[in-house]
C-alpha cells in the first residue's frame, strides 16, 4: 500500500538520498512544494492527502479507509485527519484510534490505524462492511488486526466477531448483520444447484445482494429491485436487495423476508 501518496516528510526524502541544499533547488523549480512544516509534495500528489497534512495532520480514518479502495457506506463526507490533537474546525475532523498514539511517518495511515480511528467514526454495521471489503480483497487478515492492536475494547471485539471477509458486497453485509440481529439463521456465500453461488441463504429463500456502485440513477435501480424482487428457481425464491433499499425501504425489505420465511414455518409445521 502506498502510504505517502506524493506527500513525504522531509526525513523520507533525506534518506532516500536528497539533501537539504537538493530539497530547496526542487522547490525553486516547482518540484516540490512546502506542504507544512517537515512536509512535501510533488506536484501529482493526491489532493486529500496534501489537504490533511495541511491541516496539521496525516489521512486517515474513512478518507484513507476510501483511498484503499474499501466499500464505505454512502455517509461520510469531509476529510478525516489524524493528528495530536482532537477536535473539529473547517470541516476536517480530527480521528484518533482507540489504544496508543502510532507515529505519523506516513501521509497516509496503515489500514490497521485507519481502521481503529474509524470505529469512532463509522457506525457498527459500516465499520463492519469496511472490514469485510478489506478482508474480501485481502487487503488485511483478522489475525493481522488482533496483533496490530495488543488493546482491543469490548465493542470493537464484537464488531470484529461479525466480520466476514466472504461478503462481496456492502449491501450483502448489512442485511446479514441486520438478519442475524433479528434470529434469522443466515447462510453465506453457498452453492446452490441449478443457481451457482449466491450471497445469502435463509432457509429455501436465496438472497442476492447489490453489488454495483452509486452510478445508475436511484430511481432505475429501485424500479429494477421493484420488477424483479422476487424470482422462483426449483423449490427456492430469489430476492435481489438494492442498496437503496436497505438505506430507504428496509421495513418493506423486511416485510418480504418475513412472509416467505413465516410461509416455510407454517408448511414445516403442518408437516410436522
Ligand atoms: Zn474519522
Redesign the pocket.
Known amino acids: 500500500m502506498d502510504r505517502d501518496r506524493g506527500a513525504y516528510r522531509t526525513a523520507q526524502l533525506l534518506k532516500a538520498g536528497e539533501t537539504a541544499a537538493s530539497i530547496r533547488a526542487a522547490a525553486r523549480a516547482g518540484g516540490l512544494d512546502d506542504i507544512g512544516p517537515g512536509w512535501w509534495a510533488v506536484p501529482t500528489a493526491d489532493r486529500d492527502v496534501v489537504a490533511a497534512v495541511r491541516a496539521g495532520g496525516v489521512l486517515s480514518?474513512?478518507s484513507a479507509l476510501k483511498l484503499y479502495g474499501l466499500w464505505i457506506a454512502p455517509g461520510y463526507p469531509g476529510l478525516?485527519v489524524r493528528c495530536s490533537r482532537h477536535g473539529e474546525e473547517n470541516g476536517k475532523?480530527r480521528?484518533s484510534p482507540f489504544g496508543r498514539q502510532p507515529p505519523t511517518r506516513h501521509a497516509v495511515d496503515d489500514l490497521p490505524t485507519a481502521l481503529a480511528?474509524?470505529t469512532?467514526?463509522m457506525s457498527d454495521e459500516d465499520w463492519i462492511a469496511a472490514v469485510d471489503s478489506a478482508l474480501n480483497q485481502k487487503l488485511t487478515t483478522l489475525e493481522a488486526l488482533q496483533r496490530a492492536w495488543p488493546r482491543i475494547p469490548r465493542r470493537v471485539l464484537n464488531m470484529l466477531g461479525k466480520c466476514d471477509g466472504r461478503a462481496q458486497s456492502g449491501t450483502e453485509t448489512i442485511v446479514r448483520l441486520r438478519l442475524r440481529a433479528l434470529g434469522f439463521h443466515v447462510e453465506v456465500q453457498k452453492w446452490i444447484d441449478n443457481v451457482g453461488w449466491v450471497d445469502l441463504v435463509v432457509g429455501r429463500l436465496v438472497i442476492e445482494c447489490d453489488s454495483r456502485g452509486f452510478h445508475t440513477s436511484k430511481e432505475a435501480r429501485t424500479n429494477d429491485a421493484r420488477r424483479d424482487r422476487h424470482t422462483q428457481i426449483g423449490n427456492r425464491i430469489v430476492v435481489r436487495i438494492m442498496y437503496d433499499e436497505v438505506l430507504y425501504c428496509w421495513p418493506e425489505v423486511l416485510a418480504d423476508i418475513r412472509a416467505f420465511t413465516d410461509a416455510d414455518r407454517h408448511r414445516d409445521r403442518r408437516r410436522r
Do not use: G
Request: aromatic share 0%.
Open positions: 480514518c474513512v478525516h475532523r480521528c480511528c474509524a469512532k467514526c
